[in-house]
């Protein structure tokens, strides 16, 4: 879908929206001005200006790591105030719906049932591949939204490119594509294809690859009209002054710790393999393994009673058995294989 014709998705109440404007967006001098506009204390601690309510700074550092123009990003409280704006841009609520891949990340159910959209959840293949013709066949009349995930939590696939572009061109709505694991991955981004496709939606985080869970800040890549159109609908100052200063800081010093993780992973996968108590580890495009268990329930409030956390996703479809572990440091990761071991010693299994 062409950029030109994405306005025709937008609910008319937002088309029709004039974004709340502050003064400071006609003044361009920088911090030196006299600041009499927004009833803001006088006294300098850091913190006593509003944010800049189009993170100019991040955005342009961002948009060279990541090869992205400043006007094709989008940055919210966490990916999840972009998975929510999404919803308050294309969906009417009570009419419009939405569908999801499943099993799959719990915000986008969340996020429709909070805005009174139905979401129809898809279920993968069984191998967890991408049932695209099952999608495509679902995406009928006033289905505005396709929420994917790639790699994919909790299964930790990454989806062929192709697959995922099939459902962009051949949807006449938005495709979300959540990439919150995409460093994780060597199946790449699809962030270039948003900026020219209409119709796609790439959202990645600095809440994990980055290591910045705890600023709360998200990304969406799109063409300049969604970006656009996504940035009338947040909160004006939807990033605080600390988060924008701290991750700047992070993005320009730090290098995130992507290699380790992976080798972990490598090094914790096999490690679970040999364990009786697990029946099966899938292969991971992410910073976690999905994996089988014996007993899931059993397990999980074992390590728990050792103050060693998982998540059981054993209760979610297809996910029957299933548990759901964060690679973590080395010594953290040897904590939870001895768990293990000695969980199975004593249950005999
Ligand atoms: C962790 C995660 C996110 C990150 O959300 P933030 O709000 O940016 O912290 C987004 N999508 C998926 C699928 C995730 O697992």
Known sequence: MEPKDIDSLVRPNILALEPYSTARDEYSGGSLGVFLDANESPYENGVNRYPDPHQKMLKSRISEIKGIGGANIFLGNGSDEAIDIVFRVFCTPGRDKAIAISPSYGMYKVASATNDIALEQICLNEDWSLPVDRILEAAGENVKVIFLCSPNNPTGNAFPREDILRIVDG???????????????????????????????????????????????????????????????????????????????MLRMDTPFTEEIISERTRLAGALTDLRCIVHVWPSDANFLLVRTTDADGIYAFLTSRGIIVRNRSHVPMCGGCLRITVGLKEENDKLLEALKEYEESHLC
Do not use: H
């Open 171 to 249: 949807f006449r709505g938005i495709v979300v594509v959540d990439e919150a694991y995409a460093d994780f991955s060597s199946l790449g981004s699809l962030a270039a294809e948003a900026c020219t496709k209409g119709n796609l939606i790439v959202l990645q985080t600095l809440s994990k690859a980055w290591g910045m869970a705890g600023l709360r800040i998200g990304m969406a890549f799109a063409c300049e009209r969604v970006i656009g159109l996504m940035s009338r609908v947040k909160y004006p100052y939807n990033i605080n002054v600390a988060a924008q200063t701290q991750a700047l800081r």
